[in-house]
């Protein structure tokens, strides 16, 4: 049988306050038709007084209600089963749009890590073109030590007799010319002192070593 919360809390002597709250832990069987909550209770545990009062108050509600020859169309009956069907849509939906953010987040995470990935390339490119660049000029340096080495090399050379080996200048002084052609002949020497290993530079002045070799060609006027 089905009663009211009033009826309920008339027949059994308890306050609405206790039994909205056994009716929210789910101690009491209960349905919810029409935005009325009926509370299901075995008949025989009401007394006879009140079965025959609860059936003739909704006798007279019942024939209130009628209206002839209009089909009266009764709202589906709200269950504990419609409502955990609605928890459960709505847990439903919420999961998916969980699983929708966990989806951007990802998404953004690894455009983040792309991004840090491009930006270490690039700077390990510029590293490499600098290192390319410092190869270059270090090779370029390299060469032009080598170069001056082997066109200098006679410059280091050290004059072990000086005896037989004698300064351009001073043995200009020895010959009997005039001073335009000892010009002309300290510029020949000058000019092939790069290439010509017979000419001897130290500290910036020229040497002629007679025991070794022969400047005819050069001193030719």
Do not use: C, W
Not at 71 to 96: D, F, R, S
Request: aromatic content about 6%; charged content about 35%; overall charge positive.
């Amino acid at each position: 049988m089905r009663l009211t919360v009033d009826e309920y809390s008339k027949h059994f002597k308890m306050s609405k306050e206790m039994i909205h709250s056994k009716l929210r832990a789910k101690k009491l069987n209960y349905i919810i038709e029409d935005a009325i909550t009926y509370i299901i209770v075995p008949q025989s545990s009401l007394n006879q007084e009140l079965r025959s009062e609860i059936h003739a108050k909704r006798d007279t509600l019942t024939k209130e209600k009628v209206v002839p020859n209009i089909a009266v169309i009764t709202k589906p009956k709200t269950t504990v089963a419609m409502v955990l069907g609605l928890y459960q849509k709505e847990n439903q939906q919420l999961k998916e749009k969980i699983l929708q953010l966990e989806t951007k987040i990802d998404k953004l995470i690894d455009d983040k890590e792309q991004m840090l990935r491009d930006e270490m390339a690039k700077i390990e490119q510029v590293y490499s073109s600098k290192d390319e660049q410092l190869k270059s000029i270090l090779e370029l340096v390299n060469a032009k030590l080598a170069a001056e080495e082997s066109q200098t090399i006679h410059e280091i050379e050290t004059i072990e007799n000086k005896q037989e080996i004698i300064e351009l200048k001073q043995y200009l002084k020895t010959l009997d010319l005039e001073t335009y052609q000892k010009k002309v002949i300290k510029k020949r020497f000058l000019a092939v002192y790069s290439k010509d290993v017979r000419v001897i530079k130290q500290n910036g002045k020229l040497y002629l070593d007679f025991s070794k070799y022969d400047y005819s060609d050069l001193l030719e006027y």
